[in-house]
């Protein structure tokens, strides 16, 4: 069967560096370049979501960007690693502790390498941990196996990922909007099934990539093993709208097309700078203008938006 050629998104990947950096994890995966596809799905939405579900948090950058920026009401966010979500926990249980102890926290290889020798239980501690090896291991990878940073940037080895000031400013704003994420260390899956019937809410769901023989997902992360045939029946028989992204495997474009999603394709440069496609799905076509978009013209308006599916 020849692969299925979806649509290009009207809205490219964005760089990095045009957008807020809310999250103080280099998270493998990450989904930064997808934030102007996320203002303009969750602002386009009447009425404004109250909440926002993202089972599979990570490096939670949707989940920021949509509280921090006003887009949702609250978010609900869950991570089955235990060293994210000791990170999540502690960022948002014990922010002070942890900005201070990123404060003096010198990121020589003897420290990052003792520091991964521990099996702390406590969540502060196993939360630093955490972030220490994220901001010095190779990709920020945290899955086992995974090797320390050598040159880095600039020549700057382990320290080169390491900025204390800005990690520190990224954790204060997190604590400043604490109170209105909410954090679970369960599995995606179960989150949904319990979450997803709740009254204006909406999901976006961001699952490792190990579909189709894809191997990204099992040298990446700890937990790679999701069944993406539940994940869509789950996600069509929920009442929420929602955003999914995934690489453009042929067992996904077969999913889509047999629940009737939509989908589009997003070039984005993956770390080697190598230029990769990945498909952003959802139930219906979206308007992806946003309010910025609501009174152009109709002919730019229906340019913006998320086309069927062939």
Known sequence: MPEVQFPHSPIPAANVASVPQRSPLRYPGGKTWLVPHIRAWLGGLDPKPKLLIEPF?????????????????????????????????????????????????????????????????????????????????????????????????????????????????????????ADRIDFRETDGMRLLEEFAGLPRSVVFADPPYSAGGK??????????????????????????????????????????????????????????HDRIGELVIARRPLSLAGDSMRHAPRSRRRALCLIPAP
């Not at 990204?216 to 996600?235: E, N």
């Not at 999914?244 to 989908?263: K, M, N, Q, S």
Request: net charge neutral; charged share 25%.
């Open 215 to 272: 191997r990204a997902g099992r040298r990446l992360y700890t937990h790679f093993d999701i069944d993406h045939p539940r994940l869509f029946q789950l996600l069509a028989g929920a009442a929420p709208e929602f955003m999914l992204t995934y690489d453009h495997a042929p067992e996904i474009a077969d999913l889509v097309r047999r629940h009737g999603f939509h989908a589009v394709q997003v070039t984005m440069k993956n770390t080697h």
């Open 57 to 177: 948090g990570g490096g939670a950058i949707v989940s920021l960007t949509a509280v921090m920026e006003g887009l949702v009401e609250r978010c609900l966010l869950a991570e089955l690693d235990p060293d994210v979500a000791a990170f999540w926990k502690a960022a948002l249980y014990h922010g002070s502790e942890l900005c201070d102890r990123v404060m003096r926290f010198e990121p020589t290889r003897e420290a990052v390498e003792s520091l991964a020798r521990t099996q702390p239980d406590e969540a502060l501690e196993r939360g630093f941990r955490a972030l220490v090896l994220n901001r010095t291991r190779r990709g920020g990878i945290l899955a086992p196996g995974a090797s320390l940073g050598r040159a880095g940037e600039s020549g700057k080895g382990l320290a080169s990922r390491w900025y204390p000031e800005t990690i520190v400013s990224r954790l204060e704003r997190i604590g400043a909007h």
